[in-house]
Nanobody
Framework: QDPLAESGGDTVQAGGSLTLSCAASSGFDGCMAWFRRAPEKTRRKIAHWYTYDGTTWYADSVRGRFTMSYDRAKNALDLQMNGLKSEDSGMYYC???????????????WGQGTQVTVSA
């Protein structure tokens, strides 16, 4: 069983909205994050959530449009994406790493990814 499982990827029109979900197979505390790999580009983190205190971070490219929510009981991190642009297209990955400290770190658990395509 994969430790993380993403869902919710789809094809949407520019300006539309989509919610991605990431479910962890077991509970933990640390950092959960969303990464995006655009076509022909490297994978980059776009947001993270520090489960100890709910501290969040968003990349400039998504801040104000994307919002995370965390359900501790379900070990699930959702990513609500609004005002989608063509440049938001790509494979979205959920990642997690346990323990205290900055969420700007290497992540040890990864999901398989879910595809988001934004059409003009």
């Amino acid at each position: 069983q994969d430790p993380l499982a993403e869902s919710g990827g789809d094809t949407v029109q520019a300006g539309g909205s989509l919610t991605l979900s990431c479910a962890a197979s077991s509970g933990f505390d640390g950092c959960m994050a969303w990464f995006r790999r655009a076509p022909e580009k490297t994978r980059r983190k776009i947001a993270h959530w520090y489960t100890y205190d709910g501290t969040t971070w968003y990349a400039d490219s998504v801040r104000g449009r994307f919002t995370m929510s965390y359900d501790r009981a379900k070990n699930a991190l959702d990513l609500q994406m609004n005002g989608l642009k063509s440049e938001d297209s790509g494979m979205y990955y959920c990642a997690a790493d346990s323990g205290f400290g900055s969420c700007f770190r290497d992540y040890t658990s990864w999901g398989q990814g879910t595809q988001v395509t934004v059409s003009a």
